[in-house]
């Protein structure tokens, strides 16, 4: 089996940067990490809600002004 490897990169310049676009691709990126690593827990489902929450509650409390810092 062969070893992942770099296919392409993409660099974004400052001027090119649609923030919202970009967050929106990075929610879903993260959110389909966390989903399938759940998945493959093996974990029960109150496990896994209380899993979520704490991933909440963690955002909440770095959130200053609408912004996860």
Do not use: P, Y
């Not at 970009?22 to 690593?37: N, V």
């Not at 759940?38 to 200053?64: A, M, N, P, Y």
């Amino acid at each position: 089996m062969r070893k992942n490897r770099i296919q392409s990169v993409i660099v974004h310049t400052a001027d090119q940067l649609n923030l919202h676009s970009r967050a929106d691709q990075m929610s879903q990126f993260h959110l389909d990490i966390i989903e399938r690593r759940l998945g493959q827990s093996g974990l029960s489902t109150k496990q896994k809600i209380e899993i979520i929450d704490k991933i909440i509650v963690d955002l909440q409390l770095r959130e200053v002004n609408g912004i996860i810092q």
